[in-house]
């Protein structure tokens, strides 16, 4: 027991834990220093470079700088030399010139006199030749004017020539087309004479149909129904009639007589619409065109034939009544000069 209580009486501090505590913390801030030293290095050293490949650029254009400027020396140098050159010779030129301006005057005064005199006369002379000149050509000009009038004044009396001889033609030649004409008119005529003659000779008192002057009048409703454009049954007879004096009537004009058969369609003024003939124009066309067709198809000559449509608009009667219209609706049949 005794000895136990002399070893407790003599066990000391431990401060060995503490002082590796203490070296461990001042390493890592050694470590850290360090690190920091070698980042600050790297970046210095980045910095350091940029420099001096900057400053590196810098000396290459202060070169270039100092070459331009040797050059821009050398050309001054040279524009200098030629300035003084220039200015050499624009001073001899001078020189020269107030030599020349004093032997000028020196000769002017005696030679002056005789000098304008012929200059003068030269001038005289000049004037003179260009006057004789524009004479020469106004004459040449005059000349041929008088050679153009006289071509114009033959060409004139040969045109008036041949124009009174073309008067004098045709004046025969419508005198001659005159009578031939009138020869054709009065033939024309009298086949229409006989033709309407012949005419009332076929149709004789038949209701509905007459001749009236030169012309041949059908009725409406002899030929055709109500509001219809087509030939009725008992509308072919009267047709057929009419057709055989044409043939008959063909025959006998001499060929060179130019005649037609017309052929006129008339409404009375009441107006219509429907399908088929949306107007009395169209009415009155149709049935114009279907007695053409009709007598075509009996043997009559298409080109001896015309067809009108007139409508309403040349009625035989202006009064408003059943006579009146029964008038106006008609087929008017004409022989007349194409």
Do not use: C
Request: net charge neutral; no cysteine.
């Amino acid at each position: 027991m005794a000895s136990m209580r002399g070893r407790r009486r003599y066990v000391g501090i431990d401060y060995w834990p503490g002082y590796v505590d203490a070296l461990s913390t001042l390493l890592l801030i050694i470590v850290f220093l360090l690190s920091v030293f070698a980042l600050g290095q790297f970046y210095l050293a980045r910095d350091v470079s940029t420099k001096d490949d900057t400053l590196a650029k810098l000396n290459q254009q202060i070169a270039e700088l100092t070459d331009l400027l040797s050059l821009e020396r050398t050309s001054s140098k040279g524009l200098n030399d030629n300035i003084g050159a220039l200015t050499a010779t624009l001073d001899a030129t001078k020189a020269e010139n107030a030599r020349l301006q004093d032997a000028a005057r020196q000769g002017a005064a005696g030679a002056a006199a005789a000098g304008a005199l012929q200059t003068q006369v030269d001038k005289e002379k000049a004037l003179s030749a260009r006057a004789a000149a524009q004479v020469e050509l106004l004459n040449q000009q005059i000349a041929a004017m008088r050679r153009q009038l006289a071509a114009l004044e033959e060409a004139l009396n040969a045109s008036e020539s041949r124009d009174k001889e073309s008067q004098s033609r045709i004046s025969d030649l419508s005198g001659r087309l005159n009578v031939a004409l009138a020869q054709r008119v009065q033939e024309l005529n009298r086949y229409r004479s006989d033709f309407f003659g012949r005419l009332r000779q076929i149709v004789g008192n038949r209701p509905g149909i007459r001749v009236v002057g030169d012309r041949f009048v059908f009725q409406s409703e002899v030929l055709f129904d109500v509001g219809q454009a087509g030939i009725s049954e008992g509308g072919k007879p009267e047709l057929d009639r009419l057709a055989s004096a044409l043939a008959d009537l063909e025959k006998e004009i001499p060929p060179d007589i130019p005649w037609i058969i017309r052929v006129d369609g008339h409404t009375d003024k009441r107006p219509i619409q429907s399908a088929q003939f949306p107007s009395n124009w169209a009415l009155s066309s149709a049935r114009a065109i279907a007695v053409v067709q009709y007598l075509i198809s009996k043997g009559i000559a298409p080109n001896r034939l015309a067809a009108t449509g007139f409508g309403e608009f040349q009625p035989l009667d202006t009064a408003d009544n059943d006579e009146a219209y029964r008038r106006n609706r008609r087929i008017e049949i004409k022989l007349t000069e194409r």
